[in-house]
């Protein structure tokens, strides 16, 4: 019988993400070298590492990998690729280089890890890179993603850090990805919800960023294993600024709602509150919706801020292109992060 990827995880996708609170507390005492050219490391973290080469470019470089989150060996190496090309993209950047970073039991079949690797190549060209190579361990949990390097001008990449009071907040796909994926292991599987997760799981982030770009947006993040409160508290403490998100605007992929009113939550979850709970107001938000704001995100979609006053256009330039988008609040002055 061929073998379930998900049978050998103990959770799958970016919610096997290490707590990012406890990633802070072991990151708070590290202190890179200095060095002119770094222009975004770890302090603070962003989606990726940003090295300037010259005055007209700079390296964009991430990492991503994770435990199968499907059964389907293609679909895993398209969403693990999908989730990593997207913090290039996250940071304005374009891809150009990936290596693979794999580790899988010797019990799985070639055929198995052909897909993987298959479909991983296929993403990355789709996104304009070359998968190079990579490095592959023998491993019980099975896990796979990329190590991607790409390129942007120096003083036009992205951050978290450029939110500002009068801003609108704006979301490119739904969320409940972590919700459905746990309902469906548990024997509640909703076809329609999983088929659109999977759609987005695999849907670049590109087109929405070079949409995107005419625009100078302020700051930029895909919401991914922290959830859209974590990531949105990432975003107001390093801008500076109170981040008001309105409940009744958040998108949600089908089903997801409902999974989170009958009690499912992912891991991650939990592990999401503990990070950014002490730093969210949620007053009279009802309880599915925060378990929706919380819920850990793979492959997610960008969360964006930019000026109000643009707010209009850049709706009508993703209507334009049949991309999504959704307004889900707003930048003030202030601290800390509030679902209304």
Not at 161 to 175: E, I, N, Q, S, V
Not at 259 to 265: F, M, P, Q
Request: proline fraction near 5%; include cysteine.
């Amino acid at each position: 019988m061929a073998v379930k990827l998900t049978d050998l995880t103990q959770s799958g996708g970016c919610a096997a993400k290490y707590s990012a609170a406890r990633l802070e507390e072991l990151l708070g005492g590290f202190v890179p070298a200095e060095a002119a050219n770094l222009l975004v490391g770890l302090a603070p973290a962003d989606d990726a590492a940003v090295y300037r080469l010259d005055d007209e470019r700079a390296l964009v470089f991430t990492l991503d990998f994770f435990p199968p989150l499907v059964d389907d060996p293609a679909l895993f190496g398209r969403i693990a690729a999908t989730n990593a090309l997207n913090d290039v993209f996250a940071m304005g950047g374009v891809p150009l280089l990936a290596l693979s970073i794999a580790a899988f039991p010797e019990s799985l079949p070639n055929e198995t890890l052909a897909a993987i690797f298959g479909a991983a190549d296929e993403q990355v060209r789709a996104a304009g890179g070359i998968l190079a190579g990579g490095h592959t361990l023998r491993d019980d949990e099975p896990k796979y993603g990329l190590a991607v390097v790409g390129t942007v001008h120096p003083e036009g990449f992205w951050s978290k850090a450029g939110a500002r009071p009068g801003d609108a907040l704006f979301l490119t796909k739904p969320l409940g990805t972590g919700l459905l994926l746990h309902a469906a292991r548990q024997g509640r599987r909703d076809e329609a919800g999983l088929a659109e997760a999977y759609a987005t799981m695999t849907e670049l982030n590109g087109d929405a960023a070079d949409a995107l770009r005419p625009f100078s947006p302020g700051a930029v993040t895909d919401v991914t294993g922290f959830g859209l409160l974590g990531h949105a508290h990432e975003v107001a403490e390093r801008s500076g600024v109170h981040v008001v998100l309105d409940a009744a605007a958040l998108p949600s992929l089908t089903g997801a709602v409902e999974a989170a009113a009958a009690g499912i939550r992912t891991g991650g979850d939990r592990r999401n509150r503990d990070f950014a709970e002490p730093h969210v107001e949620a007053v009279g938000v009802a309880d599915e919706v925060l378990a929706l704001a919380y819920d850990p995100q793979t492959a997610g979609g960008l969360l964006v801020s930019l000026p109000a006053a643009k707010a209009a256009v850049l709706q009508a330039a993703f209507t334009a292109r049949k991309l999504s988008l959704w307004r889900i609040g707003d930048v003030e002055e202030g601290q800390g992060v509030e679902l209304r």
